[in-house]
């Protein structure tokens, strides 16, 4: 270990190390000052001694080496001068940076292709198997790229990703320069972003995962640990706003779902009101990830919260914003599909999604009981039917009117090719054509008992006939019609045991779905049921008394 009076002298002796080639042993010098309990009290002279270091690190590509440097320069200046640590590890992460630009651009000069040909490997971690080495020395000019790849793109790109994790891994107890953690955070996604590292933005997700779990539970070790405050809480939630948005700009929806439980877990952790534009924000991205997921109510009910939000604003937005919201929330909801007005409690495919939907509605302080009916009742109480355009309007008197005409989509197809011309409505026009539809079946099922196939094609003119089969099964499993499709005749007609039946009703909202049978009623049907099989089974009063045959006596036990 080398001594020195001032780190002055370290920092010359390091140049001229410099100079002759020895560059590790002047790390090794360098790294020496900064241990030294000599030099424990921070000096200007300390900060150039560092970020000569890391500019040696950042050439040499030691990783490790930095990470110990940063960890021993924090001991130095992290009750004195928290600004020189900003300053240096700001400084370390524009040297990657600026080292993993070159590389590229060397790589890119000496294969001629473009980056984003240079990065279609899959993890930066991995490590080279002997395989791989054993052919890349015998390989010849078709292997060039993956030559230049391993020997240039690479390790900069690792490094590059070393120096992130490096400067999270110094900053995650340090709540002073919390800007300085969430701005690294940003930097890292958009290295994910910008080089597709999927694998990377994971373990990315992880390790913040873990950092605000560390800072936030009880520790009885720790017990006169202080909790975060407003500030940093609030900069961890604008955090992982900024992960919720690369994850769906990388669709990685998996880690998008897993983010959504983070930033819950937080606003649980929140004792103060968190501001209204990130949130709005936030509730645009669920927007997003819910319509991707195929949960169109969960869509709708995240577009309306948005459109209260944005009314919160201290500017707030123009009307015709506004109103844009509106229309984007009536057609969302109306895009929603029908409830079944029929709920059988011994599924247990229906147990288990009504389980995981209400989970899901609690973790996001929406209604428990949220469904298409309440949505809709929601959204003309608060006034955005009002607000919506007079196409979304005209459009929503046709399909939730008490009565539907069978000309319902001669109507309605000026309207949907209006719609259509809108990008941010254009989204909801296969949903609202089979709407359209599922309101004409229901009309000709209150009014025909049997009608040809060409009759019902002509009239639901805005969808294809595999649609339409596909329509009519689809609510036929949910109980919405009871129409049957007989390919041999060319009609469609009701059930025949439900032809004396009223037909179920509507899923309007001036018509609200049939409340699901208890267990008790269930269970007393099924009681019924049985009494009637077993009396069917006893023999009649009229007939001599005698012992029932071993025949009978075998049906008996097999009826009942």
Excluded at 128 to 141: D, I, R, Y
Excluded at 243 to 272: C, G
Excluded at 398 to 412: C, I, M, N, V, W
Excluded at 436 to 446: S, T
Aim: net charge positive; charged share 25%.
């Amino acid at each position: 270990m080398q001594h020195f009076a001032k780190p002055e002298n370290a920092l010359k002796r390091a140049e001229e190390l410099c100079a002759v080639g020895q560059r590790d042993a002047a790390l090794v010098g360098m790294y020496d000052v900064l241990s030294s309990k000599r030099h424990r009290v921070w000096q200007p002279s300390m900060e150039l001694v560092m970020k000569r270091y890391l500019e040696l690190c950042v050439d040499m590509r030691k990783a490790k080496a930095a990470k110990d440097g940063l960890i021993q320069y924090r001991m130095v200046c992290q009750q004195i001068n928290v600004a020189s640590m900003e300053s240096v590890l700001r400084h370390f992460m524009d040297l990657a940076d600026k080292a993993a630009e070159t590389a590229i651009a060397k790589a890119e000069e000496i294969t001629g292709l473009n980056a984003e040909k240079l990065l279609d490997f899959d993890d930066l971690e991995a490590e080279e198997t002997p395989e791989s080495l054993m052919m890349a020395t015998v390989g010849g000019g078709a292997d060039s790229k993956k030559r230049t790849d391993r020997l240039i793109v690479t390790p900069s790109l690792k490094f590059l990703w070393e120096s992130y994790r490096t400067v999270l891994d110094v900053l995650r107890n340090n709540t002073k320069i919390d800007e300085l953690y969430r701005d690294t955070c940003m930097k890292a996604f958009g290295f994910c972003l910008k080089y597709k590292r999927a694998v990377e933005f994971r373990r990315l997700c992880e390790i913040l995962r873990n950092h605000i779990q560390a800072q936030t539970k009880f520790d009885p070790k720790w017990k006169d640990k202080e909790p975060l405050s407003a500030e940093a809480m609030q900069t961890h939630l604008e955090t992982r706003f900024a992960q919720l948005k690369s994850a769906i700009e990388m669709e990685l929806w998996q880690e998008a779902y897993r983010t959504v439980e983070d930033v819950h877990s937080l606003l649980a952790l929140m004792k103060v009101r968190p501001k209204a534009k990130p949130m709005a924000a936030y509730h645009g991205q669920l927007a997003r990830v819910f319509w991707v997921a195929g949960n169109v109510l969960f869509h709708a009910m995240s577009i309306v919260r948005l459109f209260a939000l944005s009314k919160t604003f201290a500017t707030p937005p123009p009307p015709e914003e506004l109103s844009m919201l509106a229309s984007r929330a009536v057609l969302a909801a109306l895009a929603t599909p029908c409830e079944s007005p029929v709920v059988d409690v011994n599924l247990l495919e229906y147990d288990l999604e009504h389980e995981k939907t209400k989970r899901m509605a609690t973790m996001l302080a929406f209604p428990s009981e949220l469904s298409r009916s309440s949505l809709l009742d929601e959204i003309r109480s608060k006034g955005l039917l009002a607000l919506a355009s007079p196409e979304v309007q005209q459009l929503y008197a046709l399909t939730e009117a008490g009565f539907t005409a069978l000309d319902l989509a001669s109507k309605a197809t000026p309207l949907l090719t209006k719609l259509a011309e809108n990008p941010q409505l254009a989204q909801y026009d296969a949903q609202l054509r089979r709407l359209i539809g599922l309101r004409l079946l229901q009309q000709m099922e209150r009014v025909y008992l049997t009608i040809t196939i060409d009759k019902v094609t002509s009239a639901i003119s805005v969808l294809t006939w595999p649609q339409i089969t596909d329509l009519i099964l689809w609510a036929a499993k949910r109980d919405l019609i009871t129409l049957r499709i007989d390919e041999k005749l060319g009609q469609i007609r009701q059930r025949a045991d439900r032809r004396t039946r009223p037909c179920p009703p509507r899923c309007a909202t001036r018509s609200p779905p049939l409340a699901p049978r208890s267990t008790a009623c269930a269970r007393s049907c099924r009681r019924r049921r049985l009494r009637a099989r077993r009396r069917r089974c006893v023999p009649s009063s009229t007939a001599p008394s005698q012992p029932p045959s071993r025949r009978s006596t075998s049906a008996c036990s097999r009826a009942s």
